[in-house]
T-cell receptor, first 109, second 115 residues
């Protein structure tokens, strides 16, 4: 079975503080992992994909196959980072996507 | 290049009424998807279409039907709406394949309320 777990529904941090949004997954093959973000009143958009190993808006995420985790991190949170964040998994050849339940991040000024 | 578009943006139905949500993409993607988004549940896949002429059930297909009209369009139909179908519905498209990652592009969503 494929599953994505985001243990925190709500997360609040102060501006300038580090932030980490947790994501754990279970998958019987080689998954592709993604982070999607949904800002207020906007559509979901891709933030990061593990394959590209990039940093977007200061966020990074490392795939840890041993711990089956794909946590999203940013060293210094900004107010504009307040949004809903979804971790997602796709099979390498699959058409099905599995989303976590999302974490609502609030950055306090 | 509009990406993924959805109509309508908002809809209020009475229990038992029917309606169709429309989705179109102009990115020449093979695969299209319908999700519903509910508080505390995240996004759940209703149906998807891997290619024109094919559709498959996702995690929560009951109460819905879909039609892949052509490569661009993928509609979601509620034959007899129920209050449990009150949700925000998102359409997405992608081009998955062997050896490539499967980024999904989302539409703006349709907020449906069933009274």
């Amino acid at each position: 079975a494929q599953r994505v777990t985001q243990p925190e529904k709500l997360l609040s941090v102060f501006k300038g503080a580090p932030v980490e949004l947790k994501c754990n997954y279970s998958y019987s093959g080689s998954p592709e992992l993604f982070w999607y973000v949904q800002y207020s009143r906007q559509r979901l958009q891709l933030l990061l994909r593990h394959i590209s190993r990039e940093s977007i808006k200061g966020f990074t995420a490392d795939l840890n196959k041993g711990e089956t985790s794909f946590h999203l991190k940013k060293p210094f949170a900004q107010e504009e980072d307040s949004a809903m964040y979804y971790c997602a998994l796709s099979g390498f050849t699959g058409n099905q996507f599995y989303f976590g339940t999302g974490t609502s991040l609030t950055v306090i000024p | 290049n509009a990406g993924v578009t959805q109509t309508p943006k908002f809809q209020v139905l009475k229990t038992g009424q029917s309606m169709t949500l429309q989705c179109a993409q102009d990115m020449n993607h093979n695969s299209m998807y319908w999700y519903r988004q509910d508080p505390g549940m995240g996004l759940r896949l209703i149906y998807y279409s891997a290619s024109e002429g094919t559709t498959d059930k996702g995690e929560v297909p009951n109460g819905y039907n879909v039609s892949r009209l052509n490569k661009r369009e993928f509609s979601l139909r509620l034959e007899s709406a129920a209050p449990s179908q009150t949700s925000v519905y998102f359409c997405a498209s992608s081009n998955p394949g062997q050896g490539t990652y499967n980024e999904q592009f989302f539409g703006p969503g349709t907020r449906l309320t069933v009274l």
